[in-house]
């Protein structure tokens, strides 16, 4: 039977803003209050997802979230009709209003935590929605995602969907951003890398000073359990908080794996080495853990051109590649790097460029905007076929993002009550082409 990591894509949202709602990410906060260009956010991200499905990759999109989110506004205390919540919000709260409108569900690699069947006790795939407590904009998606994700693999033969853990910081959980899988092909029994940046039960325990620490080992742990791995499966590793504190808020700006490859910055981890040699003794075949030095690539370059938010994918000749934005070519110190790392011995023997540039800025590159399942040919048939990137769905999306998208949107815009309308409209029609059903709020 073949198996394949597939890739699935967040696709960019109608109210994408930059909004600077994200405390620690440097792109977010530095970037605040530019007027921003959802159309061309959201081609970007389908120009790079269909450029992956015609390398050999499969690949699928996932919807976006509803916003402005009216439900949470009516919560918090502002009343009347739609457009008069919208007008107190922006006038008493407007904080409020820009994280009920953030189409940050777009970087999917915050979506859930997924295990694949082979790694699983009872043979199935495993998803468990990130609750994303310490971002107000992020902790209001988890509902809408585990909805959109049992919508996306909806056979229960296959795939085993867990609720989101409790929303409460012991438990704070950012998702495959901070979990990688390390295996020898993608269809056997792999070790999966856990990343956490705190201990929240140990006082005495590292933590970043500066910036929170997102993800916890008591969530961590909790998913382990939760998707019925074995400990022989799993290998818990520390963020080193002092990263952290410098703009690396998740495990992805700072690492990425596939398969057999890990490729990170050295200052990435605490007790590096202590953990490679305990995934070298769970994992039984030719391993490669591909270190950058600080020397080469300063923390600040990592961050600023996102060259470990990049994928690596295994190409259907058995190479592997990496997917990088343009900002890694216009860093010198990474580009230099990314060239001097196809001359070395390792499995990656391509780099592939895609403008993200709209992501970018907001602080997510090619690696947040994907979420990744490893999957068997039966497991890829018993997808929801209407969400797999071909040649007719990039078509239908397209012409979908040029009728109803704007092409300039500013935080001043998002009280508007039509962009409410013409994000439902959108909404509602994407569901038909994708065959979710209602998924969303205002459709039930």
Known sequence: MKHFEANFD?????????????????????NAALVSNPKAAAKQGLQKAKALADLGIVQGMLAPQERPDIYTLRRIGF???????????????????????SASSMWTANAATVSPSADTRDGKLHFTPAN????????????????????????????????????????????????????NEYGHAGVELFAYGQEATNPNAPKPQKYPARQTLEASMAIARLHQLDEDNCVFIQQN???????????????VGNQNVLFYHEQAFLNTQHKIAEIKRKLD?????????????????????????????????????????????????VFAYLNELLTLNTPIKQVRYFDVKQSMQNGGGPACLRLRVAMNEREVSAVNQHTLMDDALFSRLNTWVEKHYRDRLSTQDLADPQLLIESRTALDELTQIMKLGSVYQFQR
């Open 10 to 30: 967040g696709l960019v949202g109608p109210t994408h803003n930059y909004a600077g709602l994200s405390f620690g990410n440097v792109a977010s906060l530095s």
């Open 79 to 101: 009343s009347g009709n739609d457009a008069q919540v919208l007008q107190q919000a922006a006038k008493e709260a407007p904080a409020r209003l820009n994280a009920c409108c």
């Open 132 to 183: 994303l407590v310490d971002k107000l904009h992020r902790s209001l998606e988890p509902i809408t995602t585990g909805r959109i994700l049992t919508a996306t693999f909806s056979d229960p033969h296959y795939f085993h969907h867990h609720n989101h853990l409790p929303e409460h910081n012991s438990f704070g959980d950012e998702g495959a951003a901070n979990h990688t899988r390390l295996c």
């Open 241 to 255: 908080p002092d990263v952290i504190d410098q703009g690396v808020f998740h495990n992805d700006v700072i690492a």
């Open 285 to 333: 075949t030719e391993l490669y853990f591909i270190e950058v030095p600080t020397a080469k690539v300063a923390i600040n370059d990592a961050v600023k051109s996102y060259l470990f938010n990049t994928q690596i994918i295994t190409l259907p000749s058995g190479e592997m590649a990496i997917i990088a934005p343009t900002d890694c070519q216009e860093n010198p110190a």
